[in-house]
């Protein structure tokens, strides 16, 4: 069997396409894009700078308390995403997603939501899944190899990681429906649903049509698109003319852009669309404008399709950097957090890397387990068959 | 459409005719070809131009044909497929790249509803002359979707041809070919043996595209493989020749049509015949062929055909892709049962 290795990296001489130095004006028409104006209608609170700013539409009332546990989540689920990475170098899982660049967008949104909302993730929502109270160590079976998310969705209130671009959509529009259907929607107590995906899955009939039946049977449903402007190699110039939110005026249903790395208005902005929707007024769709600072995958090399200053400009928005301004400058946070959250992050490190390398492979029934509900007789003579097969070489008999 | 601009020294004959090459890059070379030979022959794909493809089978051809010939596409296989149709009806040949084997579901209708069954409903007024290139197959330690053998729901609809290369000189060949049939084909790229490699006559005249081929020739029993499972099959031969148990190994190519005249002929001499395949075997190519074997060779079988197969589930988490793939212990197990019936 082939390593990953031999699959991920096939062509060790392929040559960079990008370089560090200064694009020429081609280079900007070629590649190097106007990504981090986010335009006119860009909602943000904090500045990258650190700087507290107003909106004529959308504001939070935050405490020093609430802000320095926005701050802990994002440079947590930032490390696990790092080590995740790291873990994948050292052959420990097959593959990782990284998140980098996205914590704002994924921290302001999954806090903004309820206990009682649910989420569709596409495979990115790591800092989702922290969340909605997933172990950042159920994660790793996924991409190790050894099982397909082992979290229980409906405890949790997180659907399975959807890996076929687009397929959540519409299955979270049914939700949302159902959620309607069952007389939950309507007061403060209502129940709504968000349903995650990127900017290329906006090219998919799948989200087409969710956003088609979501607005005919007035789900309660926020989508929420994390353009992070890049579908592997392609730029969202390739999936759209528009800016994505303006689409969401197409189909009859408000659609905002928020600073995704601004982790207040991506709050404020999600807390005010799932309050509509919980008061019958959904759907709705938000695109946080981001930015993925790694690869696709570890799989994936940006550095044929990308160029480097563009990393760097956004380098210069971080997600986590403002908000530590934020909270020195209003001496909200001393020295003392800021370690206690280092060392936090250390050992959650430190139990990613003990849970990882400790994992076991799954048993071969595995295989054959819960492909149907009420069973199969066909499939467990086929089981049967194999696994005696298979104690044939334990027994020693080849 | 602007004529290309490149450097054709580099794509001429090379001093050498014969090259070893990789299946990744035999396909390279036969898809920069067929794009030489003929301008309306198009790339569309995700990620195929500048990246080069997931994979880089595509590599450096948007480069040399430009953009207007290999297309980095909206991330939609629907898309893709939907339009591919209303290109060849144009007058294009499209060259449709899925990602992965399990992302071709999207484009499913597409390709059943549309690119299937226009020439039949136009009574031939309007052709089809459409490849999508699909990776298969698992064994690359990959998550959901990215392992997966769907041939055999193409091979079940009638109006498309199916076919799998197993090899760099049937890759070569066989992609130039596909482009120039005016029916779709579906085109099988075994994804797990890309970077194997093996030698490449440029200039040898090749076999016909819907072809099977006898790889090696036995005495006792017949394998009967494709795509990455020739590799295996062929292990097997070797190692079951160690143990003086002589098989044959046929590269079925062709999945629809299926070319079993060679595998009849095989049969009747050897009486035994094994099936491997990736895919599950419920309904399966694997299954049609041992209907047809039995009904073609019954009074010559000594013992009833045997499938080696993926099993009948989802694939699983790739730690137990190991045990859900068809093995050399797997084949040789099998040969043991039908030499022992």
Redesign the interface.
Request: proline share 7%.
């Given at each position: 069997?082939?390593?990953?290795e031999?699959?991920t990296h096939?062509?060790p001489d392929?040559a960079p396409?990008a370089t560090a130095a200064k694009p020429t004006a081609e280079q900007v028409i070629a590649g190097l894009r106007a990504t981090d104006e986010g335009g006119a209608d860009l909602v943000q609170l904090l500045t990258p700078e650190g700087e507290r700013v107003t909106h004529p539409d959308f504001d939070i009332d935050i405490t020093a308390e609430e802000l320095r546990g926005l701050y802990r989540d994002m440079v947590l689920i930032r490390r696990v995403d790092r080590e995740a990475n790291a873990l994948q170098r050292k052959g420990q899982l097959?593959?990782w997603v990284p998140l980098l660049g996205q914590e704002a967008a994924q921290i302001g949104a999954g806090r903004a939501m309820r206990e009682t909302d649910m989420a569709f993730p596409s495979?990115r929502e790591h800092g989702i899944a922290w969340t909605r109270g997933i172990n950042p160590t159920e994660l790793l079976?996924?991409?190790?190899?050894?099982?397909?998310g082992t979290w229980d969705p409906v405890e949790k209130r997180f659907h399975p990681y959807t890996?076929?671009?687009?397929n959540q959509v519409l299955n979270a529009a049914g939700y949302a429906m159902g959620q309607k259907f069952d007389g939950k929607v309507g007061d403060d107590e209502g129940e709504a649903t968000m349903c995650f995906f990127g900017d290329?899955?906006t090219?998919?009939?799948?989200v087409h049509e969710g956003f088609v039946w979501a607005a005919v049977y007035d789900a309660p449903l926020v989508f929420f698109c994390q353009n992070n402007q890049w579908?592997?190699?392609?730029p969202t110039e390739?999936?759209s003319r528009l800016p994505l939110y303006q689409r969401a005026r197409g189909y009859g249903f408000p659609g905002i852009r928020v600073d995704g790395n601004d982790v207040l208005a991506t709050l404020a902005v999600t807390k005010w669309a799932l309050d509509e929707c919980r008061h019958g007024n959904g759907p709705i769709l938000i695109e946080a404008f981001t930015y993925r600072m790694d690869a696709h995958t570890t799989?994936?090399d940006p550095t044929?399709?990308r160029l480097s200053d563009e990393l760097e400009m956004w380098k210069l928005k971080d997600p986590i950097e403002r908000v530590k301004v934020y909270l020195v400058r209003q001496q909200w946070a001393d020295h003392e957090f800021f370690e206690s959250v280092e060392a936090d992050a250390d050992k959650l490190g430190e139990e990613l890397r003990e849970f990882c390398t400790n994992m076991p492979?799954?048993p071969?029934e595995?295989?054959?387990s819960n492909?149907y509900a009420e069973g199969?007789p066909?499939?467990e003579a086929?089981?049967d068959e194999?696994l005696g097969?298979?104690s044939g070489?334990a027994g020693g008999e080849? | 459409m602007a004529a290309p601009t490149m450097d054709r020294s580099t794509a001429a004959a090379p001093a050498t005719p014969v090259q070893t090459l990789t299946i990744?890059k035999a396909l390279n070379m036969g898809l920069r070809a067929a794009m030489e030979a003929n301008p309306k022959v198009i790339m569309m794909g995700?990620?195929i131009?500048?990246?080069?493809g997931?994979?880089?089978i595509t590599?450096g051809l948007q480069k040399d044909f430009g953009e207007q010939r290999v297309l980095?596409?909206?991330?939609?296989e629907?898309?893709i497929i939907g339009t591919a149709v209303g290109l060849a009806i144009r007058g294009y040949r499209p060259v449709c790249e899925i990602q992965f084997d399990?992302?071709i579901?999207?484009g499913f209708d597409q390709i059943v509803s549309q690119v299937a069954k226009l020439h039949y409903r136009t009574q031939g007024k309007i052709k089809m002359p459409i490849v999508i290139r699909v990776p298969f197959g698992g064994?690359?330690?990959?998550?959901?979707?990215?392992s997966e053998s769907p041939e055999s729901y193409f091979a079940h609809t009638a109006g498309l041809k199916v076919v799998s290369c197993s090899n760099p000189a049937d890759a070569y060949w066989m992609i130039q070919q596909a482009i120039d049939c005016d029916d779709p084909v579906l085109f099988f790229e075994p994804?797990?043996r890309?970077?194997e490699k093996g030698e490449v006559d440029t200039t040898a005249q090749p076999g016909k595209l819907f072809e099977s081929r006898v790889l090696r020739t036995g005495t006792d029993a017949t394998l009967v493989a494709y795509g990455p499972m020739v590799r295996t099959s062929l292990d097997a031969a070797n190692a079951a020749a160690e143990d003086g148990t002589s098989l044959e190994v046929i590269d079925l190519r062709t999945l629809s049509p299926l070319d079993l005249a060679p595998v009849f002929e095989s049969v009747r001499r050897t009486g035994r015949l094994v099936v491997v395949s990736e895919a599950p075997s419920?309904s399966s190519i694997a299954s049609e062929i041992a209907a047809k074997v039995q009904q073609e060779c019954f009074y010559s079988l000594q013992a009833p055909v045997l499938r080696v197969t993926g099993?009948?589930?989802?694939y699983?988490?790739?730690?137990?892709?190991?045990?859900?793939l068809p093995d050399l212990?797997?084949v040789l197990?099998a040969v043991d049962r039908s030499l022992a019936w």
């Open positions: 069997m082939s390593s990953p031999q699959w096939p062509e392929a396409a097959g593959i495979y079976g996924i991409f190790r190899g050894t099982d397909q890996i076929v671009i687009g290329g899955a090219s998919q009939g799948d579908a592997i190699s392609e390739r999936q799989s994936d044929r399709y492979d799954p071969a595995r295989i054959f492909v199969n066909n499939l086929q089981r194999f097969y298979v070489f080849h | 990744s995700e990620d131009g500048k990246l080069g997931v994979f880089r590599d980095d596409t909206p991330l939609a629907s898309g399990g992302f579901f999207p064994g690359i330690g990959a998550v959901e979707h990215h994804k797990r890309y970077y419920e099993f009948d589930t989802p699983p988490p790739s730690k137990l892709e190991e045990e859900f212990d797997r197990h």
